[in-house]
């Protein structure tokens, strides 16, 4: 490197700090948010589960509710699923396309979301992971109102993350923070077998 | 629900499941895979660090190297630390903003590639999170060549993810999964401060 090279890169340094400090010194509100994590693409509920690990790092409670059961052990539930500071809640009974019967699958819904509602008046849960939950709105099974109303009561420092590939406009209105993760490839179109601690 | 809506959801429930079931079917291949996480959306190291939990959960072993050390102790690295078949390395020095020391940058990406170098040599390693990895070849500080070299003669059994906003494109060439984390809303720019647990 010549002096020239280090003086650029040192002053292109230099600018990006100012920006970044400037950003941070107008973001000082302090309340617990809701994130949505949509998209066809691999790495939403990964998210929520490495977001996760890091609020139970900090000595933080959370909870897990998944709305639809998909394999029976995964290694995120094996993984999580005896820490003190942590409540999992597997419900749903299977993937719609699985179990094709619409009135078992609203019933599902309905007890999920009334674990749902008790831990979103709980202000001991620092973050609730509501996994796959957009497919309960998407298929109907549960009022986007009903969502909306208890979200929007819940605790100040409670942060909520919401997985799922399509996401109710209703909750997109009223979200703090959303990624749209987009599917530009997949292995398994490439012919390659989903994998225990990969896909699941 | 009438007889009729059940009927339509039931055939809509069977078409899905042909459909996925016909995908699955093509899907034989066993083996390792590149995933790369990038876009400027929030959830991309969150996204490999769920996966981690993931594949430790399935009792495998598995190693993280973090280009750019950022915060000395964040939640995910608290959460995991002491975990018996994980190895951690914090490697890098700060944000490049903040250093603004261009030898001092290349330097600190050399000495982390040559861990990464180890463990990708290593088939015990079921798992690499090579998290902000991106920057160096932004920045220049490591040859993307050499990378790619490494990463192909790689077990095949081992598993690889790298995230940061952008992806040099000689990685994306040879990579099985590529998703790409959309911004939309971010908490941040609403004037939700950074919080332990969610952002660190």
Not at 8 to 35: C, F, H, P, W
Not at 137 to 156: I, N
Not at 179 to 189: I, P, Y
């Amino acid at each position: 490197m010549n002096d020239e090279s280090t003086q650029r890169y040192q002053t292109r340094m230099q600018k990006k700090k100012a920006v970044v400090d400037a950003r941070i010194a107008q973001a000082n509100e302090s309340r617990g948010v809701l994130i949505l994590l949509k998209g066809a693409g691999k790495g939403k509920s990964s998210s929520a589960f490495g977001t996760l690990a890091r609020t139970l790092g900090h000595g933080y409670q959370a909870a897990v509710v998944q709305f639809i059961k998909g394999r029976r052990e995964t290694g995120e539930y094996l993984f999580f699923r005896d820490h003190p500071a942590l409540e999992w809640h597997i419900m749903g009974h299977g993937f719609t396309w699985e179990t094709q019967d619409q009135a078992q699958d609203k019933a599902a819904a309905e007890a999920a979301w009334a674990v749902t509602e008790r831990l979103l008046q709980d202000e001991r849960y620092r973050l609730l992971i509501l996994d796959e939950m957009s497919y309960m709105l998407k298929y109907g099974h549960l009022s986007v109102e009903r969502v909306v109303q208890a979200l929007q009561q819940r605790p100040k420092t409670q942060n909520v993350m919401i997985t799922g590939r399509t996401m109710a406009q209703p909750l997109q209105a009223i979200a703090d923070t959303i990624s749209d993760v987009g599917d530009e490839r997949h292995a398994f179109r490439g012919g390659v077998k989903a994998q225990a601690g990969i896909e699941y």
